[in-house]
T-cell receptor, first 114, second 113 residues
Framework: AQSVTQLGSHVSVSEGALVLLRCNYSSSVPPYLFWYVQYPNQGLQLLLKYTSAATLVKGINGFEAEFKKSETSFHLTKPSAHMSDAAEYFC????????????FGTGTRLTIIP | DTGVSQDPRHKITKRGQNVTFRCDPISEHNRLYWYRQTLGQGPEFLTYFQNEAQLEKSRLLSDRFSAERPKGSFSTLEIQRTEQGDSAMYLCASNFLVEETQYFGPGTRLLVL
């Protein structure tokens, strides 16, 4: 069975500061990993995905994530936070080809302090 | 590419009533997924289709829930005899068979009074 743990349900950072959102996964097979962002009253938008190619993945809006197998982690980072980054962020895992059901974490709400 | 669309966006109903939601996937996407998201939680998988075939159903999908995709295009999710615990956001996603990324719609927010 696969699972995702997101440490910190709420994270606050100052505008211009580093953003770090943590995600640890559990999977019995090599995982496919995803970060999605959700703005209020909207669906989920893909930020980036890891599909067993490069371990450092770059996504949209300046976000990136690094797959670390030894730590079973896939943390999301952004060097400099912008006010528009305020949203809910979800880490998700899928087994096999990634073309199966996604298992999501409980989410991290990111607040940007002006 | 118009994206995944869902209708209605909001639904308020009384306990015991039946409701039906519709999802229109991105054109030519042959896989379609339904998820449920309750307040403060991540989305939870309900079921998915490949073309018109329903390939997997979660244990979350009780007998009161039924999903269809009759022509392999749009899908409907029906909840019979709604309960207050059914209040949630119902999300639909779609993708190609060989593509990893699932593209999500805006969701249908259900409130059962």
């Amino acid at each position: 069975a696969q699972s995702v743990t997101q440490l910190g349900s709420h994270v606050s950072v100052s505008e211009g500061a580093l953003v770090l959102l943590r995600c640890n996964y559990s999977s019995s097979v090599p995982p496919y990993l995803f970060w999605y962002v959700q703005y209020p009253n909207q669906g989920l938008q893909l930020l980036l995905k890891y599909t067993s190619a490069a371990t450092l993945v770059k996504g949209i809006n300046g976000f990136e994530a690094e797959f670390k197998k030894s730590e079973t982690s896939f943390h999301l980072t952004k060097p400099s936070a912008h006010m528009s980054d305020a949203a809910e962020y979800f880490c998700a895992v899928s087994e096999s080809s990634g073309n199966e059901k996604l298992t999501f974490g409980t989410g991290t709400r990111l607040t940007i302090i002006p | 590419d118009t994206g995944v669309s869902q209708d209605p966006r909001h639904k308020i109903t009384k306990r015991g009533q039946n409701v039906t939601f519709r999802c229109d996937p991105i054109s030519e996407h042959n896989r379609l997924y339904w998820y449920r998201q309750t307040l403060g939680q991540g989305p939870e998988f309900l079921t998915y289709f490949q073309n018109e075939a329903q390939l997997e159903k979660s244990r979350l999908l009780s007998d009161r829930f039924s999903a269809e995709r009759p022509k392999g295009s749009f899908s409907t999710l029906e909840i019979q005899r709604t309960e207050q615990g059914d209040s949630a956001m119902y999300l639909c996603a779609s993708n190609f068979l060989v593509e990893e990324t699932q593209y999500f719609g805006p969701g249908t927010r259900l409130l059962v009074l």
